[in-house]
């Protein structure tokens, strides 16, 4: 399957296409997630774009400070009464009040008598008391007078046997009403008395999205019975939409459908009065279900007026006068509290606030039907064309064009906003075609990625992921099938190993190996080194292959000195679980060899079963050299080409060896330290005199070399089997000369 999709393009559109005729239908269906995804960037519309314009409205706050001038709510009817009048008597346009008046006021004058009448001697008194005037009739008759009031009502959960009564004539197709947004059966009401009273009456019911947030008010609503839409009656008006109607002096609404065969609710229309007098037609645009689409300012604080300073006379008229003017609340503890875009915490009744400034200064948001076939158009047209440039331009450029693309919708979204205020999703098309980029991006790399997946799995046991990388990124300086080429070879081993094994458990002996090799693998990995294989309690590496290593002979030095100091903290673990155990512990020393020279290196075996490896002399002569260190005492031990090829290290020459299996002698060192060792006061005086007993050696001055190695052996005890050999040596030859023309030459008897 994975081979089709690389090698048939026409599958490879056939994927895309099906792929972007998806997204379409999601777009098309509305589906919730996509929704939620631009309801998140019309808000960022919104903040980045906050409505501003001269403020219509007025808030009279029933606020901390009201309520503790004039008592905790429901304030007595008189007082709300009061209120009214003086907004009047201000000029407000209309009168709104964000609250309902539900239950007859329990402050009442014959509410009180009937309380104290039933006490002995009270009877006078709540005879007084039923002449006074009743406080809901005191309110209705300040209702009236006022001549703009509108009272409120609102969905409740429990029936309550009322209907909101319609004060406005609202016109409109049946088909039109029954696409209403919001159908409620019960409400809850203000008296009788108060809302015939009333200039207007209208419903404060919001209905916040799916993540809690208010960005579309039904400014129209529908009654039911049960499951049933009654659409023989008039839809019932919002709060805010009431307030404008009473201010305007009309009693007419207009729907304005799109008309069949798809009724939808376009806008809703009556008629007004400008500043002078003069008459004007305001439309309200909607939403398809009747809602009106919110375009923010945010919170503004001077919009609010304390109804305590209203009450006292404390207020300047012109805050007032010709502004329609809503009563509500800003304090938590009476609930009217909601989220919107700009405002985790706004008090509801700005919102209704927010309505009347955007249909009085003409600040409308709309979704135009057509946009969505624009937004689809543009997302298959860009689509097409990321997909059909995808085979002949680079992942840059194709990542380019997308962003560029990207960008030009972003941009044009938001100039939509602010020009025309129309809502175009731009987060839809903009991952619709980041999704096609990068299906594009993965299909026209598919190949290339396969090629160097096989590299990294040929390779990915023995090099380093530096180094896997750079090959799968090169692939052409793998040769598979073998050249011959310069390398540095490694062999390392434990010392000892057969002794060491004897007393442990498989489990333990196991988990010992895995504890060495790891950060000896470790060491090569590192350092451009590949890992051959694995041989029990040895390890081969090699470097400068598959990849070029100009520093191959310096990189195998500073690995070898790397693991012989990886050693110490094995050990130290080693010894812990020994000890614990309750079994002797056993050092684990390391014996390295490296060599440098032609190799021929490659992919080597059957055909059944093949590894990256090198064979050759220089390989046979690393592996009998690191099977030397034991018997010189030594760690590392380096061929001269590695020594001529690294002279930076501290090391020094130990021997003109003839290892088994070779004729020819092979200079051979010991490797001491790095380069800060090599450059050290100590290490120079050391190196000195070693040449010196090693000259003295093959001159066959046996006193004078024996008298240095045991000033060498003092001054390095670590090499002391070293200059113990060369004692050994000394001893044997004063028996038993070597010949006059020997050259130091000492033939190996074992590998």
């Known amino acids: 399957m994975l081979g089709r999709i690389v090698h048939d393009r026409f599958f490879q559109l056939f994927l895309m296409g099906a792929l972007l005729a998806g997204a379409i239908s999601i777009q098309v269906s509305d589906a919730p997630v996509l929704e939620r995804l631009r309801n998140i960037g019309f808000d960022y519309y919104n903040k980045l774009m906050p409505r501003k314009g001269p403020g219509h409205s007025v808030i009279i706050d029933i606020d901390e400070a009201s309520l503790q001038k004039y008592g905790q709510w429901p304030w007595p009817r008189t007082l709300v009464a009061q209120l009214t009048t003086e907004l009047k008597a201000l000029g407000a346009a209309s009168i709104a009040y964000d609250i309902t008046f539900v239950e007859p006021d329990r402050t009442s004058p014959h509410v009180l008598a009937r309380m104290v009448e039933e006490k002995e001697g009270m009877g006078p008194i709540a005879a007084e008391l039923r002449k006074l005037p009743d406080h809901d009739a005191v309110f209705a008759d300040a209702i009236r007078n006022a ?88 839809p019932l008006p919002g709060l805010a939409l009431e307030a404008l109607r009473v201010a305007a002096g009309t009693t007419v609404l207009k729907v304005i459908d799109t008309g069949a065969p798809d009724f939808k609710i376009e806008e809703i229309r009556f008629n007004a009065r400008d500043a002078e007098g003069n008459k004007k037609k305001i439309a309200i645009p909607t939403d398809p279900s009747g809602n009106f689409i919110m375009y923010y300012a945010g919170k503004r604080d001077e919009i609010y007026v304390p109804a305590w300073q209203v009450l006292q006379g404390k207020v300047d008229a012109d805050r007032i006068k010709g502004k329609i003017a809503f009563v509500g609340t800003s304090t938590i503890g009476l609930l009217d509290l909601r989220s919107t875009p700009l405002n985790p915490v706004l008090p509801g009744v700005e919102v209704h606030a927010e309505i009347v400034d955007q249909v009085l200064n003409n600040q409308f948001i709309v ?38 693309i990207i960008a030009g919708i972003i941009g044009g979204g938001f100039y939509a906003y602010g020009a025309f205020g129309d809502l175009f999703d731009v987060v839809f098309p903009s991952c619709v075609i980041v999704t096609i980029f990068i299906l594009a991006s993965i299909f026209s790399n598919l190949r290339s990625e396969m090629e160097k997946r096989m590299i990294r799995q040929a390779f990915s046991h023995y090099l380093s992921p530096v180094l896997i990388a750079e090959l799968a990124k090169n692939p052409e300086k793998l040769r598979l099938g073998g050249e011959v080429r310069d390398l540095s070879v490694m062999f390392t081993d434990i010392r000892n190993f057969t002794t060491i094994s004897e007393s442990m458990e498989p489990a333990e002996l196991i988990r010992m190996m895995n504890d060495f090799l790891t950060p000896m693998t470790s060491a090569v990995l590192d350092n451009r080194g590949t890992v051959d294989k694995y041989m029990g309690d040895a390890m081969m590496a090699f470097w ?31 010894k812990a679980r020994m000890e ?42 690393a592996s009998r050299i690191e099977g030397q260190t034991k018997g010189y005492g030594i760690s590392i031990m380096i061929s001269d080409s590695v020594r001529k090829a690294a002279p930076q290290f501290a090391a020094i020459e130990i021997d003109l060896l003839t290892v088994k299996g070779r004729k020819e002698p092979e200079r051979v060192h010991a490797l001491l330290g790095d ?31 024996a008298e240095q190695a045991d000033a060498c052996a003092t001054e390095r005890p670590e090499l002391f089997l070293l200059y113990k050999l060369y004692k050994e040596r000394i001893i044997a030859y004063r028996e038993n000369p070597p010949p006059a023309d020997w050259g130091g030459v000492w033939v190996a008897k074992d590998k």
């Open 147 to 234: 001549g703009n009031v509108v009272t409120a009502f609102v969905g409740a959960e429990q029936e309550q046997n009322v209907k909101p009564l319609p004060k406005a004539t609202i016109g409109g197709s049946v088909e039109a009403r029954s696409r209403l947004g919001l159908w409620q059966e019960n409400f809850a009401v203000s008296l009788p008395e108060l809302v015939d009273a009333a200039a207007g009456n209208g419903s404060f019911s919001m209905v916040p999205d799916g993540d809690g947030l208010l960005r579309r008010i039904p400014i129209l609503l529908g009654r039911r019975k049960g499951n049933d839409k009654i659409t023989d009656e008039q």
């Open 580 to 621: 614990a155990a309750g079994k002797p512990f056993r050092e684990l020393k390391a014996g390295i060899g490296i060599n440098s020279g032609t190799a021929s290196v490659g992919n080597m075996g059957s055909k059944q079963r093949f590894a990256y490896s090198a064979l050759g002399d220089t390989v046979n002569l």
């Open 544 to 574: 400068n292959a598959p990849l070029d290593d100009a520093k191959h002979a310096e990189n195998a030095c500073r690995t070898a000195l790397l693991m012989v100091a990886s050693l110490a903290p094995v050990n130290d673990n080693l």
């Open 367 to 404: 979704r135009a039907d057509n946009t969505r076939g624009v937004e689809g158009g543009v997302t298959i047209a860009v689509s097409l064309a990321i997909i059909f440039m995808a085979p002949f331009v680079s992942a840059g450029t194709l990542a380019l064009f997308s962003l560029l």
């Open 675 to 705: 380069e800060t060792e090599a450059q050290s006061a100590e290490f120079t005086a050391f190196a000195g005199l070693h040449a010196q007993m090693l000259a003295a050696y093959r001159a066959q001055e046996w006193d004078k070399a």
